[in-house]
C-alpha cells in the first residue's frame, strides 16, 4: 500500500515537474520574443536617419493675390529606381509613399523677398518632393506668374472639387525648382529630389 502512495506521490511530482518546466519554457519564449521586437523597434528607429534642412526660395515682386498658400509635397524618402531594384526591405519601407502636404506659407509676402522651406532629408535615401500653390479663381495670372520665374519649370495646374456651388473655382499648381535636383517616377512624373548627404 505505501509503494503504491510512493509511486503517485512521484506520478504527481513528475507532473508538477513538467507543468513548471513547460510554464517556464512558455515565460521564457514570451520575454524573448518580446525583447526581440523591441530591439527590432529600436534598431528601426535608429536606422530612420534624417535631419532637417532649410533652403530659401526668392518670390519675384507682383504675386497674384488669388494664390492662397505655398505647400510642398513630401512625396517619399528615395527615387523609385533604387526604391524597386537596389533597396532592402527596410529602406523600401523607409520609402513608402506619404504624399504628405507641408504648408509653407499660409499667404505668400506681399511684395516677393524669401521664403524659407523646412524639409526633412533622409541620410541614405535623399528626399523626393515637390512645390504647389492653391488658388482660388482664375489661375491664369498664377501660372503666367510662376513660368516667368528663370529657376522654375513644369508649372501644371489640377482644378479641385467646389466644396459648395456657389464658391469660386481652386485649383492647385504644381512647379519644379530649377536649382534643385530633378527625378522621374515610374508613372512619369517630375519631381524635385534632395540627394542624401
Keep these: 500500500m505505501t509503494q503504491n502512495w510512493h509511486e503517485l506521490l512521484t506520478r504527481i511530482g513528475s507532473l508538477e515537474l513538467l507543468f513548471d518546466t513547460t510554464l517556464l519554457v512558455a515565460v521564457v519564449g514570451v520575454v524573448w520574443t518580446f525583447a526581440r521586437r523591441l530591439a527590432q523597434e529600436a534598431y528601426f528607429l535608429l536606422s530612420l536617419r534624417t535631419r532637417e534642412i532649410e533652403f530659401v526660395l526668392r518670390a519675384k515682386s507682383g504675386i ?49 523677398g524669401p521664403i524659407k522651406v523646412k524639409l526633412r532629408l533622409h541620410k541614405r535615401l535623399g528626399t523626393q518632393f515637390k512645390f504647389f500653390v492653391d488658388v482660388t479663381g482664375d489661375p491664369e495670372a498664377v501660372v503666367d506668374y510662376l513660368e516667368s520665374h528663370e529657376t522654375i519649370s513644369g508649372v501644371s495646374a489640377k482644378q479641385r472639387p467646389k ?12 512647379f519644379l525648382i530649377d536649382r534643385l535636383d530633378k527625378t ?3 508613372d512619369g512624373h517630375e519631381n524635385n529630389f534632395l540627394y542624401p548627404v
Design 184 to 186: 522621374t517616377t515610374v
Design 163 to 174: 466644396l459648395n456651388a456657389d464658391e469660386e473655382p481652386r485649383h492647385r499648381i504644381f
Design 64 to 112: 497674384p493675390r488669388n494664390i492662397t498658400s505655398l505647400n510642398l509635397l513630401f512625396i517619399r524618402y528615395g527615387n523609385d529606381t533604387y526604391l524597386s531594384s537596389l533597396a532592402s526591405d527596410q529602406e523600401r519601407y523607409h520609402g513608402r509613399l506619404r504624399n504628405k502636404v507641408i504648408r509653407v506659407a499660409e499667404t505668400p509676402p506681399k511684395h516677393g
